[in-house]
């Protein structure tokens, strides 16, 4: 099916849509959270305190999302998650204090970890099993290809005159921000064709456990995978600025294009995913991580800028290749409530392993001096980072493989 065939469905078209407004908002907060920080504190390490409180809502957030998918369904967890999200960012404003900001930041990444599992579990529901590849693609572009557009969301309403409102730093960024949640919820409150869960009196509770999707055999073939693309998302993050300003002399303007580079890449990749939606997913998966690797690898080692425009399409593609191919493949082989509960555990590796690698890579960058290695010759201490990343996340593809259970 086409995009444009598949945007015609009336369901997905909202959650699409919904899924790209908020999104937009929640990248232009992210920015604002750590701006914020920065003008109360005049303090770097303020700001990474942003990233860090990332880590624990996932450990929190992802029983938390399990337990409230099996109470509620999910068209009505995702209007709750709206329109408590929109409350949350809307009052960051009110107060001056580090302690305050860092208190919604940590609240919101939990009720985002409740939302995306039924989110994601929501989307075979809407579109043909066929599309799924195609239908999670687009999602996903929804929610990370607006990275450079919430930053440069952020730098417009930032400069607009009336963005401190009453004195209140960015003030006007959070609110644009909490009305994109609420666009969302208005889109997500037309979607008629998710049913409420049914269960049997007393059948289900296990399975709305957290823990119990690690007990899954393909639970947890497909979190390798997640985590790889976290692991190779994190160290890029946290390595690449410095590697393409300080050792290949990049302006920010062309640190610009390299940003803009992954959604180009990304686009390509679940192209190639649409094309080859045939086969085994999961060795798709398999083999969408061992690209990954490959690709942060050949980044590292890049000898000038258009290298590294290379490897950023490069990575952009084979990571939503990854992503999107894993997604489909929980989609298509769990229902109910072990699907949900499998994002909710996806969505838990994801975030946590971008977090951990970020803040790995950085002081891995900070405490590793330059080497000299046969063939490769010298290599700055964010290249020899990257090129370790890029080789640990190409052997862990071998992970991506079905256990089955034995007796």
């Given at each position: 099916?086409?995009?444009?065939?598949?945007?015609?469905?009336?369901?997905?078209?909202?959650?699409?849509?919904?899924?790209?407004?908020?999104?937009?908002?929640?990248?232009?907060?992210?920015?604002?959270?750590?701006?914020?920080?920065?003008?109360?504190?005049?303090?770097?390490?303020?700001?990474?305190?942003?990233?860090?409180?990332?880590?624990?809502?996932?450990?929190?957030?992802?029983?938390?999302?399990?337990?409230?998918?099996h109470?509620?369904?999910?068209?009505?967890?995702?209007?709750?998650?709206?329109?408590?999200?929109?409350?949350?960012?809307?009052?960051?404003?009110?107060?001056?204090?580090?302690?305050?900001?860092?208190?919604?930041?940590?609240?919101?990444?939990?009720?985002?970890?409740?939302?995306?599992?039924?989110?994601?579990?929501?989307?075979?529901?809407?579109?043909?099993?066929?599309?799924?590849?195609?239908?999670?693609?687009?999602?996903?572009?929804?929610?990370?290809?607006?990275?450079?557009?919430?930053?440069?969301a952020?730098?417009?309403?930032a400069?607009?005159?009336?963005?401190?409102?009453?004195?209140?730093?960015?003030?006007?960024?959070?609110?644009?921000?909490a009305?994109?949640?609420?666009?969302?919820?208005?889109?997500?409150?037309?979607?008629?064709?998710?049913?409420?869960?049914?269960?049997?009196?007393?059948?289900?509770?296990?399975?709305?456990?957290?823990?119990?999707?690690?007990?899954?055999?393909?639970?947890?073939?497909v979190?390798?995978?997640?985590?790889?693309?976290?692991?190779?998302?994190?160290?890029?993050?946290?390595?690449?600025?410095?590697?393409?300003?300080?050792?290949?002399?990049?302006?920010?303007?062309?640190?610009?294009?390299?940003?803009?580079?992954?959604?180009?890449?990304?686009?390509?990749?679940?192209?190639?995913?649409?094309?080859?939606?045939?086969?085994?997913?999961?060795?798709?998966?398999?083999?969408?991580?061992?690209?990954?690797?490959?690709?942060?690898?050949?980044?590292?080692?890049?000898?000038?800028?258009?290298?590294?425009?290379?490897?950023?399409?490069?990575?952009?593609?084979?990571?939503?290749?990854s992503?999107?191919?894993g997604?489909?493949?929980?989609?298509?082989?769990?229902?109910?409530?072990?699907?949900?509960?499998?994002?909710?555990?996806?969505?838990?590796?994801?975030?946590?392993?971008?977090?951990?690698?970020?803040?790995?890579?950085?002081?891995?960058?900070?405490?590793?001096?330059?080497?000299?290695?046969?063939?490769?010759?010298?290599?700055?201490?964010?290249?020899?980072?990257?090129?370790?990343?890029?080789?640990?996340?190409?052997?862990?593809?071998?992970l991506?493989?079905?256990?089955?259970?034995?007796?």
């Amino acid at each position: 099916m086409s995009v444009r065939a598949l945007v015609r469905r009336p369901g997905y078209r909202d959650l699409l849509v919904g899924q790209g407004v908020s999104a937009l908002g929640d990248w232009m907060g992210t920015v604002a959270f750590m701006a914020l920080a920065l003008d109360l504190t005049g303090s770097p390490t303020a700001v990474g305190g942003i990233l860090t409180l990332r880590l624990l809502p996932a450990a929190l957030g992802g029983p938390l999302a399990a337990r409230a998918a099996h109470r509620w369904d999910r068209r009505r967890t995702m209007l709750w998650m709206d329109g408590v999200r929109a409350g949350m960012i809307a009052l960051v404003p009110l107060v001056r204090g580090l302690w305050w900001v860092y208190l919604w930041a940590f609240f919101l990444e939990v009720a985002s970890l409740v939302f995306l599992p039924a989110r994601d579990a929501s989307i075979p529901d809407l579109v043909e099993e066929r599309d799924l590849p195609l239908a999670n693609g687009l999602v996903l572009g929804s929610s990370y290809g607006s990275i450079p557009l919430g930053a440069a969301a952020f730098a417009l309403v930032a400069a607009l005159p009336g963005a401190d409102v009453a004195n209140r730093p960015l003030a006007l960024v959070f609110w644009v921000d909490a009305a994109t949640f609420l666009v969302s919820f208005a889109f997500v409150a037309r979607i008629t064709q998710l049913a409420a869960p049914t269960r049997a009196p007393g059948a289900v509770e296990e399975a709305g456990r957290f823990r119990e999707a690690f007990s899954i055999p393909l639970v947890r073939a497909v979190l390798p995978a997640a985590a790889a693309v976290a692991l190779g998302l994190g160290a890029l993050f946290s390595l690449g600025i410095v590697f393409v300003r300080d050792v290949l002399d990049a302006t920010d303007v062309e640190f610009g294009w390299l940003i803009a580079l992954f959604g180009v890449g990304a686009a390509v990749g679940l192209g190639a995913l649409q094309r080859s939606a045939t086969g085994d997913a999961l060795a798709r998966t398999r083999v969408g991580v061992a690209c990954i690797g490959l690709v942060v690898a050949v980044f590292s080692l890049s000898p000038s800028l258009w290298g590294a425009y290379l490897g950023a399409a490069g990575f952009g593609a084979s990571a939503a290749y990854s992503l999107a191919a894993g997604m489909s493949v929980i989609q298509a082989r769990l229902d109910g409530q072990e699907r949900v509960v499998a994002f909710a555990a996806f969505h838990v590796v994801m975030r946590v392993g971008l977090g951990l690698a970020a803040i790995g890579a950085g002081v891995a960058g900070d405490l590793a001096e330059a080497v000299d290695l046969p063939l490769l010759g010298r290599l700055e201490p964010s290249r020899l980072v990257l090129l370790s990343s890029g080789l640990l996340v190409l052997a862990s593809s071998g992970l991506v493989r079905e256990q089955q259970e034995t007796a």
